[in-house]
């Protein structure tokens, strides 16, 4: 199967011209503390309106607004 083809049928989180969709890596380069920037969260759910991602055994709904308080990439970037 193409790994394009297969993220443009899922929904998915658009952003800063980035997507992001369930199973993506991700940090928030602008969280309130250090630990909070650091931690890498697993997107579970995205759409339109934002993403639900967790860490360390806790899960985050946040909302497009909350997104671009604190920034998103892919963990895999810096």
């Known amino acids: 199967m193409n790994v394009t083809?297969?993220?443009t049928e899922q929904?998915?989180?658009?952003i800063d011209g980035q997507q992001y969709a369930a199973?993506?890596?991700?940090?928030?380069?602008?969280?309130?503390t250090r630990k909070d920037r650091?931690?890498?969260y697993e997107i579970t759910e995205a759409g339109p309106g934002g993403i639900?991602?967790?860490?360390?055994g806790c899960t985050?709904?946040?909302?497009r607004g909350d997104?671009?308080?604190?920034g998103i990439t892919h963990a895999d970037q810096k």
């Open 5 to 7: 083809k297969a993220r």
């Open 11 to 14: 929904t998915v989180f658009e």
């Open 23 to 32: 199973g993506d890596r991700v940090r928030f380069p602008s969280a309130a």
């Open 38 to 40: 650091d931690r890498v």
């Open 52 to 56: 639900t991602a967790e860490a360390d």
């Open 60 to 63: 985050y709904q946040l909302s």
């Open 67 to 70: 997104i671009a308080a604190i």
